[in-house]
């Protein structure tokens, strides 16, 4: 696979700390690609190392030994500032905790990231395309506590991708959420990686969304398998 199709590269991976006898590795040597436009499925128990994992490939933690590369950049050698334009520039989050701001509508969630990534272009025009794109354009006008649970998780996912980013990363976005509203979420992410080339990296223990995903990572003990 050449340069220019990889999204995210890592090379011997690890996240350690200090015990009384030596290091726990929560995540250890994990060295795999990611190419973009494709949906990336990170499975594994409570406890496996997956969020950690998430949390490395996109900079809210960093790995005690290894190397990330992120469209092209080398992470290990970014400055902080670097990593924040990187996160409100060209990632998005979706966390299972959906966090929007319950005093906003969820027009003006969606408006509030846009300004936070300094987007250039109309905001009113993207917003609406968002909100179309995952079914609530009739209910944007609504504060988000008139939402459902799974009409929120889906107003996190339009506030998450209205800046374009090229990678969204999602952990367990589909966990608190009951079935049905949890596939719905899943073919959301499938128009986005279809429709808008977004690649997507998300974590979840649900079997029943593995099939759903282009690519499944399976980890244990820290490890891929």
């Not at 499925?41 to 809210?60: A, E, F, P, V």
């Not at 250039?120 to 354009?137: A, S, T």
Request: hydrophobic fraction near 40%; aromatic fraction near 6%.
């Amino acid at each position: 696979m050449s340069e220019k199709e990889i999204a995210i590269q890592t090379s011997g991976l690890s996240r350690w700390f200090p015990v009384e006898n030596g290091k726990f590795y929560a995540v250890k040597d994990v060295s795999i690609e990611i190419s973009k436009g494709t949906l990336n499925i990170i499975k594994g128990r409570s406890g496996s190392g997956k969020t950690t994992l998430l949390n490395m490939l996109s900079t809210l933690d960093e790995p005690s030994e290894g190397k990330i590369t992120f469209l092209g950049n080398d992470l290990s050698t970014m400055p902080v500032s670097g990593k924040e334009t990187l996160r409100r520039k060209d990632m998005g989050f979706v966390f299972q905790s959906i966090a929007l701001i319950p005093v906003m509508s969820a027009y003006e969630n969606v408006d509030f990231a846009l300004r936070l990534a300094d987007y250039k272009e109309d905001h009113h025009h993207r917003i609406r395309e968002v909100m179309e794109r995952v079914g609530l354009l009739k209910r944007m006008d609504h504060m988000t506590g008139q939402l459902s649970g799974g009409e929120q998780q889906r107003v996190a996912i339009a506030r998450a991708v209205a800046h374009h980013p090229a990678v969204l990363f999602a952990d367990e976005p589909t966990g608190a959420l009951d079935t049905a509203s949890g596939l719905a979420v899943m073919g959301l992410f499938r128009e986005l990686v279809e429709k808008e080339g977004t690649t997507i990296i998300m974590t979840t223990h649900d079997p029943n969304l593995m099939e759903l995903g282009d690519k499944v990572f399976e980890i244990q003990d820290g490890q891929i398998l």
